[in-house]
């Protein structure tokens, strides 16, 4: 039998009810109230609306720029999620502070009691270990990617591994070396060293790894914290093909290694060793951030990145330049 079409009568009848339950935001038994009718009649009437396709809901969000951008990157960068924070116009500190939040949160909604957490050093990295409110202890291990550089709280990775396992309630275990060796023998001997072996066996194993994405364009990159150079070298760095570091590995514009010395000396992971890690977070905020995010990208370093709202508008529009490879 036939399914009976609504007439002219009852479709307007069920377009009242659903501007009265839907535009007006009247309760259902307020409408059977001023229309006469059932509360029963009035359900069955939004279930008819519903089902003939009378009934489009959207959804806006005052923040809905930021989610367009979220969208934006996971499409093409091929990232599983990005999260994008408000710029603060004028005040980068305060700009880093809400991507370290945005971070912590994403960080905190993707633990488990028994996760390993790899992260490296950096003033995005500290912004989200200093912006982190678990609301419980997790049972996790936080180790360091890379041998560290004392002087500063972002250059030495002890320290903010120490620092973010103690704000989740976990334990960790330290790199003691020196992030550069003196030159490549001493630096495969330290990676030999059983101590240092372990936490970076370790690492290999983790199921979250945090990281920064960090800019070498002088003057004021923190790059150069890590391993000062004279203005000459610098600009020397640059001009060798590399546009960035991850993993404090300096990385040209496809995200492949740079062919300069400093590389051959790291104590740390190579970066195609997170392939293996289930979820790479990313955190990066500032103009000076945008070439080192997409050489990154580029690398298919991350499957998660948090940034900026100026800086995902940047990335995007010049992420056509970049040839991704599936």
Excluded at 65 to 81: F, H, I, M, P, Q
Excluded at 169 to 177: M, P, R
Excluded at 214 to 226: A, H, K, M, R, V
């Amino acid at each position: 039998m036939p399914e009976k079409k609504e007439d002219f009568e009852s479709i307007r009848q069920i377009h009242t009810v659903l501007a009265l339950h839907f535009v007006d935001g009247m309760k259902q038994s307020d409408i059977a109230k001023k229309l006469k009718l059932s509360t029963s009649k009035v359900n069955r009437l939004i279930t008819q609306g519903r089902r003939l396709g009378m009934v489009k809901i959207a959804i806006e969000s005052p923040f809905q720029r930021l989610v367009d951008l979220e969208a934006g990157l996971v499409k093409a960068a091929s990232l599983t999620e990005a999260v994008v924070a408000p710029t603060v116009s004028g005040s980068p500190d305060t700009t880093l502070q809400q991507v370290g939040r945005a971070a912590g949160n994403q960080l905190l909604q993707t633990l488990r009691d028994g996760d390993v957490i790899a992260i490296t050093g950096g003033k995005a990295v500290s912004a989200v270990v200093d912006n982190l409110q678990p609301d419980r202890a997790f049972d996790v291990t936080v180790v360091p990617l890379t041998g560290g550089v004392q002087g500063k709280y972002y250059t030495d990775v002890n320290h903010l591994a120490t620092q973010l396992a103690e704000r989740l309630g976990g334990s960790t275990l330290l790199v003691h070396a020196p992030l550069f060796a003196e030159s490549r023998e001493q630096r495969d001997m330290l990676m030999a060293m059983s101590s240092i072996k372990e936490v970076f066996d370790l690492a290999r194993t983790a199921a979250v790894a945090l990281v920064g994405i960090g800019s070498i364009q002088p003057p004021g990159s923190s790059y150069y914290d890590l391993h000062p150079l004279p203005n000459p070298e610098r600009e020397l760095l640059v001009s060798s093909g590399a546009v960035g570091e991850f993993l404090a590995h300096l990385i040209r514009e496809d995200g492949s290694l740079a062919d300069y010395p400093l590389n051959s000396r790291l104590v740390a992971l190579d970066p195609q060793e997170l392939a293996r890690c289930p979820r790479t977070i990313g955190v990066a905020a500032g103009p000076e951030k945008v070439q080192p995010i997409r050489a990154a990208l580029n690398g298919r370093y991350l499957n998660s990145l948090v940034l900026d709202e100026k800086t995902a508008e940047a990335v995007l529009k010049n992420i056509g330049n970049v040839q991704y490879v599936a």
